[in-house]
């Protein structure tokens, strides 16, 4: 699985610990892997199926710079845009996506490519609840969609 595109329904993430947190990623019938996030929320590492094993880094300690490394070498990288500084550009695989908040007093995240349709939503559990659901509306790598909410997740604690 990894770069591999699959499309689920509904992904559940279950977050559990204080300062450095695990999120295990799982569908009705199967487990995708663990991201642990240290304190600071800005470098974590996923293991997934197949050997998979990816890192994620803020790169630069003024900006909100990020990238996802596999093996070593960059896979996506990410970015804000705009006067608020609210929507993220994504490159992953040559192809831009934009994630971008849900509706209005939501608490949700959309991610978009670069045709503005929509692939993923991330929705939280609840107000007092830690984790999320992951609607899948389109094919989406894994890779993508580990690297998407990790900048949901430093989008929600600015």
């Known amino acids: ?78 970015a804000p845009r705009g006067g608020l500084r609210r929507v993220l550009i994504i490159i992953f695989e040559d192809e831009l996506f934009a994630l971008l908040p849900g509706k209005e007093m939501s608490r949700s995240w959309i991610l978009k490519n670069s045709q503005d349709q929509i692939i993923c939503e991330f929705k939280p559990i609840g107000t007092f609840k830690r984790g999320a659901m992951l609607k899948i509306f389109n094919q989406i790598s894994i890779s993508l969609l580990v690297f998407s909410y990790c900048l949901v997740i430093i989008k929600r604690q600015q």
């Open 1 to 78: 699985m990894n770069n591999e595109y699959f499309t689920a329904d509904l992904i559940a993430v279950i977050e559990t610990g204080i300062f450095k947190t695990e999120h295990l990623f799982g569908t009705q019938s199967d487990t995708l892997g663990v991201l642990t996030l240290n304190a600071g929320k800005t470098e974590g590492m996923f293991t997934g199926q197949e050997d998979l094993s990816l890192i994620f880094d803020k790169i630069s300690f003024w900006k909100s710079h990020y990238e996802l490394k596999q093996e070593g070498a960059v896979i996506a990288s990410a």
